[in-house]
């Protein structure tokens, strides 16, 4: 073919073997039971709708199938006109790189492509974004009656179907318009073409006009024979039954003057029992798919109009609504007490769907269907910020971040091939860097810009900064291995991208003696310096650190799964590679919020029930949110003031009573670490603390919260991390720096809270999060960025904020390996001990789809089974939630599956209790339940190591 370094037939390849497939939901086993889920949520529009045309993202409604994206307007062609502006995440205008290097051949940056819009005289406007079914809905209200209409996207063709409805007595007369953008000299067409139709079973036999619009993303001055690939797009729609009058006007918005289209008028009947109401099939093609031929000259306009002319709009909303109910049944969560955090985890699955297409729709279209990038397929100008392109230093990855641990994996797989095609360019690069470093790096290493287009091009912005931009975009094919286990995917691509990435840090990193007759490898080079921030070239940037030893730990990992023989470079690089930054900070903890009391009531009997139960400052308590008010519950109730903390110094920490467990030490009783006398102990010493820095030397001053990245998004440190193995990689040091760098009012929320909730939480310990905090903190997030289209404000006004559904899974479930080197389950790490929460089929790395229920109330503990399904044979092992500080409860553990067997359980003892079987995928899901379940388990209220 000539048009590209990315052979379809590979990428085709590739995608057949990716096989992110969620697990199927199952009729046995847990089943939500709380709330409606995503039946009523949607977000809500009174009187106008604005926002587009923008450089980002606006607040209107969205829509999409992960390849064709709508966004609404009004006002475009008059004061009431209702607008869907449409676009896909193909049409990019890509010319010969002005470099004229041999890679990458293009540079490229998106483009508006056009829409539809239809118009009568209303007198007001409502509209409403349904998750639930993916719909958007609109209301007018016009003299004698309402409009109603209903907008459906086909899952997996690129097909929409708009429904009419109109509540008058008489007729109404509906302007539709078929509009595009004429700015930037580019090629564009529009009119109207006449089509027989003589199919009585679908339609009626009526002669039909469909109204199209096109066009050509690149400038007429570059020939369809070039080996640029050039995008062509088109639009067609056709009114079912038929067009009224006025077929093919020509007409320019009155508000937006380089949009121009063609205007026809449709008659809407009254609504009346047994006729079909109108409706408009609108098609989306271009030379992209599988389905027109794969070449510049291609124009996609016949195959647009075919399209719209001869499917049916019943198929379009029934394939619409299958997808929809097999969408929302892979995955769901339940938090009764959190409703705004349950509101945002639903619409970023749906934004997810929206913007990303399934690994199914890939295939099928040759696998040229580029991810979304900044501003998914919905952009409205031609001139969005930073092109809209895919920008490596977080933006294009985060937006993915939620998509394997919400069990979307399928979502993720357009994702991989930009990436990859860049292959060749960044081999190029890392040559490049190489030479201007004075060093000789291997021909396989690779390189990688800071911003990437499709097909093996790159962004009109070619710049780098960075040399860990191609680890950063490695982290999700990380994640791809670690979730799925796939090891066909791990060798075909995630390996190799590895071991090229390796390669340059073997080459580049600088390995000096430390003095004491070791050595060690800095990220540091007079000649070309890496960097922090963009254009801030640092000595040993803590990101650049984390990324290393993210991608070499990553690569060892696989080799060993795989059998293959990693560069023994890698294991010393891992062994002295130079440790993060630290310093040690005397200040004291940022303090914790304290509102005054204003609800002091809890369930009836709970003290009496909670033998253990202590007041405590850091709002454990659902139904208490001050210290005030915990203190005057406690003293109206004897049981409580039995049992205050380290009330006099004593060994067992317990003032009465054998069955007190022993909480504190006198010695942590004199540190003022806890409550005299149930009050927090004011004299309480400064303790020094260890934090992370930014970079070799740097100070707190000099560092920010990307100082966290050990934490998240690299997951170096997680909270299976031993104290010493790497140095200064110990969870309680990135407590400390996550706490210290992060405002959760102003941080950037795919970092911030997925860093504090990765750090876990530890109560006794002022440095660390409460997991109420980092609740706390994320309601304050969405009260002030959430939008009623469900993609919360960034400021670069994308996507990437749905990222933080991350952090909401992993409040609920993580996986993380610990000591042994093998993945544990922690079920409801960072959830408050007394609010309620449940999730069906959330996906944990090694490859298992839990689901759970956490009853919270008076007496929280798990409730009733937890289910398992695995993607590959293995050791299911569970941390043991049924277990208070040192005294680990007796349980019997009993495992149950669905082809009738039940594997042996094992309970191991001691202060970090586990509980493990072996599962295949053959014995489907499993239930794991306690034989008798202990009450009062207030699991997270205890010291985290």
């Not at 930054?581 to 200040?587: L, Y």
């Amino acid at each position: 073919m000539g048009l590209l370094l990315w052979d379809p037939r590979r990428l085709a390849a590739m995608c057949a073997v990716i096989a992110f497939h969620a697990v199927p939901n199952t009729a046995s086993g847990y089943q939500p039971t709380c709330g409606d889920g995503v039946q009523k949520i949607y977000g809500e529009w009174q009187g106008s709708m604005s926002g587009a045309p923008n450089s980002k993202v606006g607040p209107g409604a969205v829509l999409g199938n992960g390849y064709v994206g709508i966004v609404m307007g009004t006002g475009l062609f008059a004061n009431t006109s209702v607008d869907y502006w449409i676009n896909t995440n193909a049409f990019w205008d890509c010319r010969p790189n002005p470099q004229n290097i041999t890679l990458p051949p293009a540079v490229c940056a998106r483009l508006a492509l056009g829409g539809f819009s239809f118009n009568v005289h209303a007198t007001s406007f409502a509209a409403k974004q349904y998750l639930s079914n993916g719909t958007l809905v609109t209301t007018q209200d016009i003299k004698g009656g309402q409009l109603r209409t209903i907008t459906r996207v086909h899952p997996s063709e690129n097909m929409i179907v708009t429904e009419f409805s109109w509540t008058g007595e008489a007729p109404l007369a509906v302007n539709f318009t078929s509009w595009t953008s004429n700015t930037g000299g580019r090629n564009y067409t529009y009119g109207v073409k006449k089509i027989p139709m003589t199919d009585a079973g679908k339609y009626r036999s009526f002669n039909s006009v469909s109204q199209f619009v096109s066009r050509f993303a690149t400038p007429p001055s570059m020939s369809p024979t070039s080996t640029v690939r050039s995008v062509r797009s088109a639009i067609a729609s056709t009114a079912i039954p038929v067009w009224e009058s006025g077929a093919g006007v020509s007409v320019t918005s009155s508000s937006e003057p380089n949009i121009v289209g063609v205007q026809s008028t449709m008659k809407v009947e009254p609504n009346k029992k047994g006729i079909q109401p109108p409706r408009i099939v609108t098609a989306v093609a271009d030379n992209l798919l599988a389905t027109v031929p794969n070449s510049n000259a291609t124009d996609p306009t016949p195959h647009a109009i075919s399209a719209a002319t001869s499917t049916s709009a019943d198929d379009i909303a029934a394939a619409a609504a299958s997808f929809w109910n097999t969408f929302w049944n892979q995955s769901s969560i339940c938090l009764p007490s959190q409703p705004e955090i349950e509101r945002f985890w639903y619409g970023a699955q749906y934004i997810m769907a929206c913007i990303s297409a399934t690994e199914e729709v890939l295939v099928k279209n040759n696998g040229l269907i580029p991810p979304s990038g900044l501003y998914g397929p919905f952009v409205t100008s031609d001139v969005p910020s930073w092109h809209g392109d895919f920008t490596l230093d977080y933006n294009q990855e985060a937006q993915y971040y939620g998509a394997y641990s919400s069990n979307k994996a399928t979502h993720a797989a357009p994702y991989f091939p930009p990436v990859e095609a860049w292959m060749n360019a960044a081999r190029m690069a890392a040559q490049t860097h190489a030479r201007a470093a004075n060093l000789s790096c291997p021909a396989h290493a690779l390189h990688y810009a800071c911003h990437l287009a499709p097909w093996g091009y790159q962004s009109e912005d070619q710049s780098t900064y960075m040399h860990w931009n191609g680890n950063f975009a490695a982290l999700l094919f990380i994640n791809a291995w670690e979730y799925t286990r796939n090891e066909t995917f791990a060798r075909e691509h995630a390996y190799p991208l590895l071991d090229g990435l390796n390669a340059w840090w073997g080459c580049f990193l600088h390995k000096q003696a430390d003095g004491n007759g070791g050595y060690v490898y800095h990220d540091t080079n007079t000649l070309d310096p890496d960097e922090e921030h963009e254009n801030q070239k640092v000595p040993d940037p803590i990101i650049g650190i984390a990324m290393i030893r993210r991608s070499m730990s990553a690569q060892i990992d696989m080799g060993n799964a795989l059998g293959l023989s990693v560069p023994p470079l890698y294991h010393d690089i891992l062994e002295h590679l130079v440790p993060y930054g630290t310093v040690d900070i005397t200040t004291p903890a940022p303090p914790r919020p304290s509102p005054a009391p204003t609800n002091c009531t809890v369930p009836a009997g709970l003290f009496q029930v909670q033998q253990n139960w202590r007041c405590r400052g850091d709002y454990d308590m659902q139904h208490a949110d001050s210290l005030a008010c915990c203190q005057s519950m406690c003293a109206a109730d004897p049981n409580c003031a039995k049992f205050t903390w380290c009330p006099s110094k004593n060994v067992s920490g317990c003032d009465v009573g054998a069955s007190c467990w022993k909480y504190r030490t006198d010695a942590m009783c004199a540190a003022g670490q806890g409550f005299v006398a149930g009050a927090r102990n004011a004299t309480a010493p400064t303790h020094a603390r260890t934090v992370w820095v930014a970079y070799a030397n740097a100070s707190v001053v000099r560092s920010d919260m990307f100082a966290v990245y050990p934490l998240w998004p690299t997951e170096t440190v997680t909270l299976g991390s031993a104290t010493s193995n790497p140095p200064n990689a110990d969870l309680r040091i990135g407590r400390a720096t996550s706490r210290l760098y992060t405002n959760f009012a102003k941080t950037r929320p795919v970092l911030g809270f997925s860093a504090a909730v990765r750090a876990g939480v530890n109560t006794t310990d002022p440095w660390s999060w409460t997991s109420n905090e980092i609740i706390d903190g994320l309601n304050a997030f969405l009260g002030q960025s959430q939008r009623e289209n469900f993609m919360p404000y960034a400021p670069g006004g994308g996507t990437e904020n749905i990222g933080v559904a991350a952090a909401v899974n992993d409040m609920l479930v993580q996986s993380y390996k610990d000591g042994t080197g093998s993945y544990l389950v922690h079920l409801f790490p960072v959830w408050p001990a007394l609010s309620p929460a449940s999730f069906h089929q959330l996906l944990c790395k090694g490859g298992y789809v839990i689901s759970a229920s956490w009853t919270g109330g008076v007496t929280p503990t798990i409730a009733g089974n937890v289910t398992v399904s695995v993607l590959a044979d293995t050791t299911v092992r569970f941390k043991n939630v049924w277990a208070v500080d040192d005294h680990p409860l007796a349980l019997a553990f009993n495992v149950h599956c669905a082809d009738g067997s039940s594997p042996a359980v094992t309970h191991q003892g001691g202060s970090n209790s586990v509980i493990y079987y072996t599962q295949s995928v053959a014995q489907g899901p499993c239930m794991l339940s306690a034989a008798t379940l202990p009450s009062g388990l207030f699991h997270q209220w205890l010291p985290v190591p």
